[in-house]
């Protein structure tokens, strides 16, 4: 096990195994924007693997392959650089549900899942497990999409029931999100930034890190506690995705004939402030780089002060669970955002 200070010089001091750091000289010249620290896995390998595996299955069962690139990159695997801290025997599967989430586009289509909890078989869930038709134009994807869908559901539980199930039930709650927010509007700035963290479906992304360090599921006690941290990093995290996405974005607008908006954080600020496209995109890194120092004055008291648990809450909280929850979207933040950087998913043209 690798002896270690605090995350960044921050926060609370928690080992690591399975990960070394990013070299300084690599995030520069990666071009990303966090600030945040950034971690490898040591087996990259298995989320490369895992990354053709879902290639493969996808074009089996759809009958021809990924519309778009997933989660590789040429800083290796997403899953490798945002769940640095996985169990090795967990992050196959975890790069496998980043790359289903992707190649199945869940921003419009969705896993209607019922209610899910930790009692819950494989074979219970399965039986709840149907694909949504594509929200915006009724084409029916069920049968290949609910077959991959009811492989992976098979896998999840065998690596650990409790942890599975409620990754599930944040999937579940992605998808009634969506299909409920579909058609409403988000005229101010912070509305947006409020419903994008949903929409991107950074609290299921958030809860795939916390499957791959075991630190599911939380109680409802831990989530409070470590809601006020996990929004700043949400929010991170989803604008980051609008910053590396608009020029694709933009440009598939203009395609499409440039009617409406480009539904992108830049749209909203340049609206708001008044401004062109450039001011508002700097604008957007600056609003990003607000809310990881944000996140870091709150992890900073955690390390300096401790986690401060109500009385009414001794006995319903694990603090070391709750710290390796937050430090795990920490990382799937600043993991996301340098993989974002050089993404072939957010290349114009592929």
Known sequence: MESTHSTSG?????PFQFSTPVSPSEILASGTLTLLPIRMHSMEDVASTANRDLKAEWTAAHGEPPS?????????HVA???VPECLPERLYMCAYIMDYMICYDLSTLGLALQTLDST??????????????DLKGGTDFTSPSKALGRQMIHRLMALNQPSAAALMHEWELYTEYIIDSFTKEFPTLDEYIEHRVLDAGIPVYFATSG???????LTPEEKSLAAPLLSCLGKACALANDYYSWDKELAAHKAGGGHG????????IMEQYSCGIDAARVS???KIWEYERQFEELWRNWGENGV???????????????QRYVQAAMFATSGSTYWHARAPRYKIGK
């Open 211 to 217: 499957f791959g360090t075991a630190c599911l599921p």
């Open 80 to 82: 490798a650089v945002a």
């Open 261 to 268: 908006r480009v539904n992108n954080c830049v749209t909203w």
């Open 284 to 286: 957007l890194k600056e």
């Open 308 to 322: 401060e648990v109500k009385p009414e809450d001794e006995g319903k909280v694990d603090v070391d669970r709750v």
């Open 10 to 14: 921050l926060g609370p001091a928690l």
């Open 120 to 133: 819950d078989t494989s074979q219970a869930m399965e039986a709840r497990l149907t694909c949504s038709a």
């Open 68 to 76: 778009k690139p997933a989660g590789e990159s040429p800083h290796g």
